[in-house]
């Protein structure tokens, strides 16, 4: 059993950045594919980013790719998804999850724990 828990979300202009982090609770982190994804209001909910157990190989959604980065602190149990250069179009409820898994997937499906979400919004 995992448990994830959000942080850092908010209000931010255009142009601004945050730090969003994902603590967890439970046993073998390090075990773990940690991802984020984001809902939009009227939206699907979709892949944002993610990374390895180890922290070695990451995977991006084009959408984010040069402006958000995601790390790992095993020892922290803790994720962390830099945003930088956010847009209006980056508003959205913001999800950790976890995958028992080697790859990273990018489908919501494979992710077997979830936190609550976490509001970011981007004014222009």
């Known amino acids: 059993q995992v448990q994830l828990v959000e942080s850092g979300g908010g209000l931010v202009q255009a142009g601004g950045s945050l730090r969003l982090s994902c603590a967890a609770a439970?046993?073998?982190?390090?075990?773990?594919?940690m991802g984020w994804f984001r809902q939009a209001p009227g939206k699907e909910r979709e892949f944002v980013i993610g990374i390895s157990g180890g922290g070695e190989t990451t995977k991006y959604d084009d959408t984010v790719k040069g402006r958000f980065t995601i790390s790992r602190d095993n020892a922290k149990n803790t994720v962390y998804m830099r945003m930088n250069t956010l847009k209006p179009e980056d508003t959205a409820m913001y999800y950790c999850a976890a995958a028992y898994r080697r790859q990273i997937p990018t489908v919501q499906n494979l992710y077997g724990y979830w936190g609550q979400g976490i509001q970011v919004t981007v004014s222009s």
């Open positions: 439970g046993r073998a982190f390090s075990n773990y594919v």
